[in-house]
Nanobody, 123 residues
Framework: QVQLAESGGGLVQAGGSLRLSCAAS????????MAWFRQAPGKEREFVAR????????YYADSVKGRFTISRGNAKNTVYLQMNSLKPEDTAVYYC????????????????WGQGTQVTVSS
């Protein structure tokens, strides 16, 4: 019932910045929580950041705290991930996720997923 599409990934030097976008369509009014996850080759999908519908409550993984910022557009159909001070270990496919219920930071807490966008950070 909700479709998510990520964009904005690419190749960037360490210390640089990227902004990822997640465009939501369908029954977006029911999505009370949205999040970003990432997955590096050979590793499990990892929580990055979470935001509630109104955008006033956010939560970050310790690995990105202070460097990444999650936000929502005023129309609530777009979620952003501003990534600053990027490190090579940030290299991964980044996924947008959404769910009607605010639970936790596990992949199983989110029912809707985008296809992912590649972020590569070179040293």
């Amino acid at each position: 019932q909700v479709q998510l599409a990520e964009s904005g990934g690419g190749l960037v030097q360490a210390g640089g910045s990227l902004r990822l976008s997640c465009a939501a369509s369908g029954r977006t009014f029911s999505m009370n929580v949205m999040a970003w996850f990432r997955q590096a080759p050979g590793k499990e999908r990892e929580f990055v950041a979470r935001i509630n519908w109104s955008g006033d409550r956010t939560y970050y993984a310790d690995s990105v705290k202070g460097r990444f910022t999650i936000s929502r557009g005023n129309a609530k159909n777009t979620v952003y991930l501003q990534m600053n001070s990027l490190k090579p270990e940030d290299t991964a496919v980044y996924y947008c996720a959404a769910d009607p219920v605010i639970r936790g930071t596990s992949t199983t807490d989110f029912a809707s997923w985008g296809q992912g966008t590649q972020v590569t950070v070179s040293s």
